[in-house]
T-cell receptor, first 117, second 109 residues
Framework: GAGVSQSPSNKVTEKGKDVELRCDPI?????LYWYRQSLGQGLEFLIY????????KSGLPSDRFSAERTGGSVSTLTIQRTQQEDSAVYLC???????????????FGPGTRLLVL | GQNIDQPTEMTATEGAIVQINCTYQ??????LFWYQQHAGEAPTFLSY????GLEEKGRFSSFLSRSKGYSYLLLKELQMKDSASYLC??????????FGKGTMLLVSP
């Protein structure tokens, strides 16, 4: 596709349920990032993939959060036993490469709006 | 850690010029990005600075002073469609971006 796509666009779930969020990066982009944006807060980094490996997962807020990437393309972010404070917009971004190049623009998807009741 | 500060809100008039400031403290600085985010939409890339000085791109310009940990985004000939949140982000090392909380700009007629 032309840009980063994410699904679902909206998700309402009950506290304690597990959710899976999907990201399809731009074709050929090897780097993929997950962010979270809560109301009134800035974009919060969660995890970064280079290919299928995650060299930086320092932003994952707890062990309830996990992510994987397969085939160097699609990524899923899983939140187990969701809590109300997990309610936020989850944004995915991708960039062309991560080889130490000084300039790598991240292109963002439209996000998944998660509401935990 | 990193600390990025930018004003929460700004207002300006259509046709005017507005400057949005961003200050940061970080180690391993490797570039500063500005993104625009309209309500309910994804952030879109505006500009990038890694060396000191001014980068101009149409109506938008961005300035960086690494010694001062300071950047600004300058928007000229403001249009109503420029009403959005403007996000300053600092890149440390080769990968992750740390974002400020964003500056909500309201352009009025």
């Amino acid at each position: 596709g032309a840009g980063v796509s994410q699904s679902p666009s909206n998700k309402v779930t009950e506290k304690g349920k597990d959710v899976e969020l999907r990201c399809d990066p731009i074709s050929g982009h090897t780097a993929l990032y997950w962010y979270r944006q809560s109301l009134g807060q800035g974009l919060e980094f969660l995890i970064y993939f280079q290919g299928n490996s995650a060299p930086d997962k320092s932003g994952l807020p707890s062990d309830r959060f996990s992510a994987e990437r397969t085939g160097g393309s699609v990524s899923t972010l899983t939140i187990q036993r969701t809590q109300q404070e997990d309610s936020a917009v989850y944004l995915c971004a991708s960039s062309l490469a991560e080889t130490g190049a000084p300039f790598e623009t991240q292109y963002f998807g439209p996000g998944t709006r998660l509401l935990v009741l | 850690g990193q600390n990025i500060d930018q004003p929460t809100e700004m207002t300006a008039t259509e046709g005017a010029i507005v400057q949005i400031n961003c200050t940061y403290q970080t180690s391993g600085f490797n570039g500063l990005f500005w993104y625009q985010q309209h309500a309910g939409e994804a952030p879109t890339f505006l500009s990038y600075n890694v060396l000191d000085g001014l980068e101009e791109k149409g109506r938008f310009s961005s300035f960086l002073s690494r010694s001062k940990g300071y950047s600004y985004l300058l928007l000229k000939e403001l249009q109503m469609k420029d009403s959005a949140s403007y996000l300053c982000a600092v890149r440390r090392g080769y990968s992750t971006l740390t974002f400020g909380k964003g500056t909500m700009l309201l352009v009025s007629p």
